[in-house]
T-cell receptor, first 115, second 115 residues
Framework: AQTVTQSQPEMSVQEAETVTLSCTYDTSESDYYLFWYKQPPSRQMILVIRQEAYKQQNATENRFSVNFQKAAKSFSLKISDSQLGDAAMYFCAYDSGGSNYKLTFGKGTLLTVNP | DTAVSQTPKYLVTQMGNDKSIKCEQNLGHDTMYWYKQDSKKFLKIMFSYNNKELIINETVPNRFSPKSPDKAHLNLHINSLELGDSAVYFC??????????????FGPGTRLTVL
């Protein structure tokens, strides 16, 4: 079974600084999808960024970028120029890309942004 | 317009009762899901439906019965509620069942508290 591990239960960053959240996963598949979701205190789950495993290029979305290392099964999220509104729980998630789409989540990293 | 809506947002009930949570999406998606987030924030899939057909049932107790009257609705009925059922339940939808290609859109969650 696929597993997703987020080894940092909590992280903190100063406003305007850069922070990297770690994620590793275990799979025997060659094609799959990886996601980072953000859950602010409002509880709403918001997709931050998505990576397709067959693409070597790292995905970027404005201040958010990933470092995808397929051989190492690592998928870290970098947040640049951190803002107070980035404070949230961040979840790494995996989908095998097969015909039954389901997200397998890590346990989350709680990010605090200090002014 | 709310893309994925859930009612109610909060539900407090006694052990042994039966309750339902409703979910509706107005995105025209074919696939809908139920996820459970426990007190430690861990998110796990429970069910998925594609075009009203059950696709995934992740060893959820049979006290939980999903029902999809049409593509836009997926309700969750829970019989004989137990203390361990206290959690936040998220509904989500995606364009279709094909893995990872499409974003899953989440509802706001329903916080269920069983006393």
């Amino acid at each position: 079974a696929q597993t997703v591990t987020q080894s940092q239960p909590e992280m903190s960053v100063q406003e305007a600084e850069t922070v990297t959240l770690s994620c590793t996963y275990d799979t025997s598949e060659s094609d799959y999808y990886l996601f980072w979701y953000k859950q602010p205190p409002s509880r709403q789950m918001i997709l931050v960024i998505r990576q397709e495993a067959y693409k070597q290029q790292n995905a970027t979305e404005n201040r958010f970028s990933v470092n995808f290392q397929k051989a190492a099964k690592s998928f870290s999220l970098k947040i640049s120029d951190s803002q107070l509104g980035d404070a949230a729980m961040y979840f790494c998630a995996y989908d095998s890309g097969g015909s039954n789409y389901k997200l397998t989540f890590g346990k989350g990293t709680l990010l605090t942004v200090n002014p | 317009d709310t893309a994925v809506s859930q009612t109610p947002k909060y539900l407090v009930t006694q052990m042994g009762n039966d309750k339902s949570i409703k979910c509706e999406q107005n995105l025209g998606h074919d696939t809908m899901y139920w996820y459970k987030q426990d007190s430690k924030k861990f998110l796990k899939i429970m069910f998925s439906y594609n075009n009203k057909e059950l696709i995934i049932n992740e060893t959820v107790p049979n006290r939980f019965s999903p029902k999809s009257p049409d593509k836009a609705h997926l309700n969750l009925h829970i019989n004989s509620l137990e203390l361990g059922d206290s959690a936040v339940y998220f509904c989500a939808s995606s364009q279709d069942i094909s893995g990872g290609r499409y974003e899953q859109f989440f509802g706001p969650g329903t916080r269920l508290t069983v006393l």
